[in-house]
Every structure is written in structure tokens, then in C-alpha cells.
């Protein structure tokens, strides 16, 4: 069973970069879609990107596009959620999953992490 571990959040004032990893062990991410997703207090968890570990695809929600970015550590079974111009309204608990189908839908990822939190305050 595969485990996926989320690391890197913690409190930014806005503008500032965060930089998430997701990390998988007693698996791996070849051939699957590794997707993040974020969740804020009261609202429904919402697709942020992900990456098609296959042909190293990416697709981000629009209210990133520019300001994230994704890469991956082949080697080492790792995805990188870079995070730029951080603004308050991207405060959440951030989950990476790991799923067979290219897709923003949560339902279609199997395995999530336990999520990292994202905190963009002054």
C-alpha cells in the first residue's frame, strides 16, 4: 500500500513562496497522475494541479496559473508544489493523491496524504 507524505507548509505573509513536497513509499508514481488539492475552513476540497507522471504533463486550476508550479524528483519518488505570490485566499490544508486517471476530480484519486498547512497571513 502506498503512502504519500506531504511536507513543506507553514505560515507565509503574502507574497511570500512556499514550496510543497509529496512524497510516495511502498509505492511509486510511475505511470500515475499525481494531483494536489487544497481545502479551506468551510469549503469543499478543490483540485489545484497535478502532474501526468508519464509524459510529465502538467495542469493547474486557473487561480494558479503563473503563480505555482509543479516538478518532480524522479529519483527520489517525489512531486514539488512551488508556490509563488502566495495571497491569504490560498490558506488551506494542502493534499497530494495519487490517482490511474488524468483529472481535477477528487473522486477519481485513491490514495491521499495527510495534508500540510498553508497559512498566508501578515
Known amino acids: 500500500q502506498v503512502q504519500l507524505a506531504e511536507s513543506g507548509g507553514g505560515l507565509v505573509q503574502p507574497g511570500g513562496s512556499l514550496r510543497l513536497s509529496c512524497a510516495a513509499s511502498g509505492g511509486i508514481f510511475g505511470g500515475y497522475v499525481v494531483g494536489w488539492f487544497r481545502q479551506a475552513p468551510g469549503k469543499e476540497r478543490e483540485f489545484v494541479a497535478r502532474?501526468?507522471?508519464?509524459?510529465?504533463?502538467?495542469y493547474y486550476a486557473d487561480f494558479v496559473k503563473g503563480r505555482f508550479s509543479l516538478s518532480r524528483n524522479n529519483a527520489k519518488n517525489t512531486v514539488f508544489l512551488q508556490m509563488n505570490t502566495l495571497k491569504p485566499e490560498d490558506t488551506a490544508i494542502y493534499y497530494c493523491a495519487r490517482g490511474n486517471a488524468g483529472s481535477s476530480l477528487d473522486m477519481l484519486y485513491e490514495d491521499w496524504g495527510q495534508g500540510t498547512q498553508v497559512t498566508v497571513s501578515s
Open positions: 502532474l501526468d507522471w508519464s509524459n510529465g504533463r502538467t
